[in-house]
């Protein structure tokens, strides 16, 4: 029979030599595996910080590009506004002047009718001409207008 340290080192010692060779190789697969992970980690955390710094920047482009370009249109909106309003200014003033003026001639106007005094218009009756005997209705309607161009007017309710 053999004692237990010939056992240990007849069998077990070649078993543990093999199970530390495969725990080895299992270790170095694995250390490879995890260098091989973190190398490829940090090149997609270099191209991240990368891709997050080209948004950065291509936001600040386009930033100052809009804010240049509402900037520019407020400006030409001003400009507009402006140019409107001053439009508008000078077509009041125009307005103004020309009412002025109405008022100049229509104090004219009223003056020189109280210098002539146009003449009055006379009133007539309508129940002096109904009793005319000659004047029947078609007469009368076409008197009217005749009448009238001689300041000569008839008032149907007398």
């Known amino acids: 029979m053999r004692t237990l340290e010939e056992f240990q080192k007849e069998v077990l010692a070649p078993l543990r030599k093999e199970r530390d060779k495969k725990h080895e190789v299992a270790l170095k697969i694995k250390t490879d595996g995890g260098e091989a992970f973190a190398k490829r980690k940090k090149e997609l955390l270099d191209k991240e910080v990368e891709f997050k710094e080209r948004q950065k920047s291509s936001l600040k482009e386009f930033l100052g590009k809009q804010t ?35 008022e100049t001639y229509k104090k004219i106007l009223e ?11 006379k009133v007539i009756p309508y129940s002096v001409l109904d009793a005319v005997p000659l004047l029947g209705k078609g007469v009368m309607t076409g008197l009217v207008p005749v009448l009238a161009k001689y300041n000569i007017v008839v008032d149907y309710n007398k």
Do not use: G
């Open 111 to 121: 003056e020189e009718a109280n210098r002539e005094q146009l003449p009055k218009k």
């Open 68 to 102: 240049l370009e509402k900037k520019s249109f407020f400006v030409q909106q001003d400009a507009d506004r402006s140019e409107a309003h001053a439009k508008y200014q000078k077509a009041l003033d125009e307005c103004d002047d020309a009412d002025k003026e109405l």
